[in-house]
């Protein structure tokens, strides 16, 4: 019988060691691939993307496969991306085929797979005029062109919605650089679109030029590197995007809304748009709770206030509202708020400037938030 | 005009002084209080209430002011709490006067402001049968008895719900802990709760008599000293907690939720009910994104789920689902997993166990994901 | 033998499920308490000592008890701290029996545990001329007295180190707060130091006051609710603290080294004291590798920079070193640098101002950093 | 004078605005290259040198470009890595030109800005009887040949220190993985390292035959796609690496180190070697504070003991310590244990188990910790 004992112990100890290693193993490589979820509310008809339509890879001068943009995307939160690898510049050429299409071709297949949209991409990049995103292209190599002219001509000929890149001098009201050619491709409908955000640099004159003249707004990182390198060096939480208020999630649903102007800019966590757009995007953001007022004799009352987005804000009440406090309502988190509401009334509404939330380069949302009486 | 030019220097720059200080000094003073809002899905029907009905402050051998109590409480995120002081045990009286009634009368302001719900209760602590919370009780004092009997039948006559704490022995199979008295009371219908988990300890024994029962299950912390102490010490993410399902966030929608059983015990990331609440948890914690199917040849298809809630999940296909992958589901993260569906078919089924959700000490739950093409 | 075997698989499974059990208690058990380890770096000659020295407990306005303040302070990475309960304004009176030594005497205990030094304090709170923290008292109840002057002359009678808290009025350069009263206990050697920062305020006048008059510095929290709070509320990192240099880490080095003014402000990621103070904990702070240098043909030479502290230091080049770049030094962490060092330049020297120590109100630390060729 | 007092105002103002300007502007640019250090000690008479040896770029079958694995190892804290692109394996040929020395070239001067130091290497890669990396190698093409033995044996002629990659057999007792072959390869000193860990896979066989035959043992990442993705796929705090203990930081020094094997691996967060390297590793990573010990008299007596390492380490009390409880070091914090130190004992000494390191397969590192009386 000592056999049988020890059979059964060898038995046991067997399925000990199988269960461990199967918990252990199983759980390892369950994991596909994993984000932390971004919460940037969708505004009343239109749903929030977040996309950064200005990335390079080793087919120009980045160093990254394209693929793994699309990873990195998809770790990263966002929606959609468009790889826009330099024609005129490829400093690997003497390792890697220069292919303007390639990327996208190297990045489709993994984008269905994480279900981030890929936009067909390129950048025309001239000394001057500057430099040009075309997105919704469909073949890049035939913009390839020494006259920047001709590029965008045959950019708009396959249907792009073309951008000006990172316009540096537009940090004062000095409207110099909005130069006469680019003023004739925008007249000319050729056209569409400004950064206003790129890599680390905001553009408040590009911003006041957008509202002036109708023009979108787009903020992209004009990442070369990695997405880890970037946040790290740049001490970011989250990474610069353009928002894009969209009727449904797609390539066309995002042309649309380009093409519409309903897009934001968002870094640093401060939000650029336009008035109606994100003042929506911020209302949609928060939550007064009604039912949680409560009057405690101080003449103060107190109010939850919930942020349930991932945009923290800043609200100062404004000059007529002196009694109030500002509130700083962090991403995902609710505040205990006290406003100066007397016993007899029914609700109080008080005028907050929205610290973070830009509509001209000068000018902060002004937003009134109305308490209510439990 | 010199003095004129210094004049209007000092004011612009007593004026920009002022204005920094100002805006630092308002943005420091505008937080009331701050929580980190903890998801915890709602089930069809019923409010999911986040509560500790077991705590300890200075009126007997706790540590903190009840008023604190409170504040603790907001900010770890709960809805309602019951501050329980031992009637029998008060090592800090040479100090602090005794009287049961305070800890309740000196919470109720500060939960008033903070929108937590206060219940009134008080901890029964005998040597023999055990110790028992009494909870929303209109007297405390009265409850003072060295009879069990006598403490427990006023307590009933005061309309209390209550409810046998820590369990010690109820670790093992063997039940020699529900004594005869034990038993008399519940008969009786004097016992109506039993807690499956006091400050780091799980009583499995206890879960499962509760199943038997029909008794109503509690999970508190009978914290003695502060919530940052009690996490810091244990090394927890989140504050262990009884989740009660109940028709409105009041005191009365507790005690209603509580008669009938609705409550689930949520501790180190796992959750202990009855099958039919706690299926309704998980599902209403995820979301599978059908729009996001995509085939990409491999004989494997990619969903998107993404996990809503704080709770963490680990799915582990069942074995006639040998081909699919554990889940591993990161609270507010999603994650793309492979399915093993064939080119042809519209919609495969998986059969998973969900690791950390427990119905009774044996069982987990089982839980069929349908994965639909897109 | 049936009975056997099964006697000996319920022996196995006992053992296994009895091995699980207790690992998993074991584990959960063996924390006694814990802490992150704060590293602030010690300067030549002395023992750099994170104390707090004015908080207040349920005997007074608080509501924590004694020994849960000394536990909050070994969480929060501090030395030493002080009870310093008002002798004035006890409104829990109705429920805690007022002894003014009391708090002293419940935290001794937990105090040797923890290894935290618990100076024995009180708080003189007067309307006129302020109010005072007595520090190294024997009997805090002989204090007590309507006479702010009797008050301090008998804590000073005890040894006392008496401290004007928060001065509100000094913000500006104007020294009216520095009544004829406060002098005239300065002149009479009766007043020691004076809190330059308390809760969340800073006191610059009081700064300037403190070097002119070589006063002894101090930043306090002043705490009433819990740790967890304050930090929460005030969205803190670290908890404001009073940097001590002692000779030896004990009740008599920190009384020795706060009457020869060895102390510096640390608060909101900023320290303020004396140059020579300051200097060396910055200097102590930081690591040049050498080794790491390293010329790649741009002009520039590349240096690897370390912070070992906990202290985040942000350094601006000053003006004669137009091409130098800032340098931000994270907490425990190295950044590569670049340094405008020429081919033929075995070193490099240049001259930053350091953004967060401040040696007075308006002046920063400068600093000349050398870089050694490899 | 209005004009002048305009003119004052606007060039305040503009002083302003550039001064605001300048500061964020600066703190944005003053970055290179930001790393959190990773600390684990050295032991005495060799640094402690954190390397992974198995890399892979877009040159084989990876996504990231050489120099970017560079920046990569920097920003995960490592002081060496080796990128080791397979020869036989070559999937972007169609766009990347094939030059198996060029991954060195184009990361050599990354490296030296950052200080990581690159070890040149190539992956050998034949299905028997395995895959090889040649480390310090001078000239990866030479290498390239379809028979292994003579790629090895050029391997070594270049000077080469040669590893079995990934054995993925070795997961048991039996080794009928280590073949005729490796075991002559082993005979003629051609093979002299084997990996015990790769990607997120350990091989207890391999790690005891290692301890057998005096092998030296490597653990590497393998990684394909970033880093990034790495950790987050695999949910890790670090990056699994190979300490190397050297005598000095350079390439020399490892090669030395390798040779004469001193190394030991360290994933999830647990270390493997031998006992003499690991057990200075720990001891080197505590501090017992003696100065810290004090009798409450409940017949224990109170330690702090710190963990300045970026290690966790849990000790389990072995059989003949019932009295003692585990003790849990987390990583850079400090924790207060209870020893059951009697009132007349100088000191006492307790044998612990450290659960996370390990000394072979199925043995844990056994340490006596003695506790001194202050």
Redesign the interface.
């Known amino acids: 019988?000592k056999l049988?004992?020890n059979f059964?112990?060898v038995v046991?100890l067997l399925f000990?060691a199988f269960f461990i290693t199967y918990?252990t193993k199983?759980?390892?490589?369950?994991?596909?691939?994993?984000?932390?979820?971004m919460e940037i509310p969708d505004i009343d008809g239109f749903i929030t993307l977040k996309c950064d339509l200005h990335l390079h890879t080793?087919?120009s001068d980045?160093?990254?496969?394209p693929?793994?943009r699309v990873?990195?995307a998809?770790?990263d939160g966002l929606d959609a991306i468009s790889i826009t690898d330099h024609i005129e510049y490829t400093p690997?050429s003497?390792?890697?085929?220069i292919?303007h299409n390639?990327p996208y071709e190297?990045g489709i297949?993994t984008a269905?797979?994480?279900?981030i949209i890929l936009i067909k991409g390129t950048e025309i990049t001239k000394r001057h005029p500057g430099h040009f995103n075309a997105l919704f292209i469909k073949d890049a190599s035939k913009i390839a062109n020494d006259d920047y002219k001709i590029a965008i001509e045959e950019a708009n000929r396959q249907g792009a919605f073309v951008i000006l890149n990172h316009p540096r001098e537009a940090v004062t009201d000095n409207r110099d650089w909005w130069t006469e050619e680019l003023n004739a491709l925008f007249e000319n409908g050729q056209l569409h679109g400004i950064e206003i955000f790129n890599w680390?640099d905001y553009y408040p004159g590009a911003f006041d030029l957008a509202l002036d003249k109708n023009f979108t707004i787009l903020s992209n990182t004009d990442m070369h590197?990695?997405?880890?390198?970037y946040k790290?060096?740049?001490?970011l939480k989250h990474r610069p995007m353009t928002l894009v208020f969209a009727k449904e999630?797609s390539v066309q649903g995002i042309k649309e809304a380009l093409d519409d102007g309903r897009t934001a800019g968002y870094f640093k966590n401060s939000v650029y748009g336009k008035e109606e757009l994100v003042k929506e995007l911020f209302l949609n953001s928060i939550r007064i709770?009604k039912?949680?007022y409560?009057d405690?004799g101080s003449g103060n009352a107190?109010v939850?206030i919930?942020n349930?987005s991932d945009i923290q804000y800043?609200l100062?009440p404004l000059n007529q509202n002196k009694k109030s406090?500002?509130?700083?309502l962090?991403a995902?988190?609710?505040?205990?708020?006290?406003v100066p509401m007397k016993k007899a009334e029914e609700s109080i509404t008080i005028e907050y400037e929205v610290e973070n939330i830009l509509i001209s380069s000068s000018e902060k949302l002004k937003i009134n938030l109305v308490f209510r009486r439990d």
């Open positions: 019988m049988n004992l059964l112990s046991l000990i918990i199983s759980a390892a490589q369950s994991v596909q691939n994993t984000r932390v979820d080793s087919f980045g160093v990254v496969w693929s793994y990873e990195e998809w770790m690997h003497e390792y890697v085929k292919d390639a190297l297949k269905l797979i994480h279900n680390n590197k990695g997405s880890e390198y790290s060096h740049l001490r999630r709770k039912a949680h409560s405690t107190f939850e919930s349930i800043t100062i406090d500002p509130i700083q962090e995902r988190e609710s505040s205990i708020i006290s």
